[in-house]
């Protein structure tokens, strides 16, 4: 048999055995699984079995700045901890965006390393500035809008809501509803952020929300540092940071926080200590999501990847509605049917579609309030 003969009945043998779905003829052997460090999603790790494995084999999870009343993280680390048998180990739960960030470049490839971050995306968009964190797809990534991820997977949004006011209703007679309303002197001493905006997602965000509330814009923040110099200047805010332990203890009497924050405070059995009252600040609406990552030195890669599987999966995303957070695949999962109605209905009506700053606008915010919030603080903030 002549060599293109030879060649043309080989080829003919391999299609007759592929047709009959015993051989195939191709010999590049499949791809090896990356190992769970490099890891750029489930498939690339060997698929999802093998992650898991690798995830328990070994055993634990580290965190920062995840208190177990945020945004029903309890419920998920108690969830995560069930399905898997993984540790789930949370330092500085009362901690903020800045220290995760300051803890990953601080502690390198050390075994106290982070393996995953929570952070406002104002600060993601940091930490990828600064090539802290790893790429990774989760399953449900196509399915995140395209707005609250990073292209390259680096982070993706997970969960959100609204700036809030919320209020003790047994020690302030009559709660404010507006950020109007925080400039009346029966509130002197009251009103809390839940930490320095400079370092805190979640107080950045009350900085941006009374600068709408007080002729800003995503362009513009400056009114918002005048409006907490104003407030400062009246003798109505309050320095010590709110949390639920500042809440619970009286600290606390009215507190700038995210809805969810402030509706876990207020969702209390009946004849608990606290009445906690609520209220969405029409003269200031802003949304945001926070943003999840993989710190590209985790000491726990695998665990590190299966963390953020689940908490984008169903079961996860609706732990965060039971939290009173809105989740972001919401809208995905509401036209598949696998939304928990009857925790998405406990969430309170705002009227209009949310709107969001852009990386443009965020970062010129942040440097706003890096240089502005000290003066603000010190009687120094500039005068419009």
Known sequence: MTAPRARAAAALGCFILAALGLSSCNNTPPPRPAKPSLATSAANAGGMDALIAAAKREGTLRAMALPRDWANYGGLFDGFEKKYGITVTVENAHGHSEDEIDAVKQRGKGPEALDVLDVGDTFARSAVRQNLLAPYKVTAYDSIPRSQKDPQARWSNNYGGYMSIGCNADRVKRCPQTFADLLNPRYKGAVALSGDP???????????????????????????????????????????????????????????????????????????????????????????????????????????????????????????????????????????????????????????????????????????????????????????
């Open 198 to 384: 400079t370092r805190s997602g979640t107080a950045f965000a009350g900085v941006f929300a009374a600068a709408l509330a007080n002729g800003g814009s995503f362009d513009d923040i400056q009114p918002g540092l005048d409006f907490f110099a104003k407030l400062k200047k009246r003798g109505n805010f309050n320095p010590v940071e709110s949390n639920s332990d500042t809440v619970a203890s009286g600290r606390t009497l009215i507190g700038i926080n995210w809805d969810y924050i402030n509706l876990g405070y207020a969702d209390q059995p009946r004849g608990s200590a606290l009445t906690w009252k609520v209220s969405i600040p029409f003269d200031g609406t802003f949304a945001q999501y926070f943003a999840l990552a993989v710190n590209k030195n985790a000491p726990h890669p695998a665990a590190a990847r299966l963390w953020q599987e689940y908490v984008f999966s169903t079961a996860g995303q609706n732990l965060r509605l039971h939290g009173f957070a809105r989740p972001v695949l919401m809208a995905t999962m509401e036209k598949d049917g696998t939304l928990d109605t009857t925790a998405a209905a406990r969430l309170p009506t705002v009227e209009g579609t949310p709107h969001f700053p852009t990386d443009e606008q965020l970062e010129k915010a942040r440097e706003a309030v890096a240089q502005g919030w000290p003066k603000a603080m010190s009687g120094r903030a500039q005068r419009r």
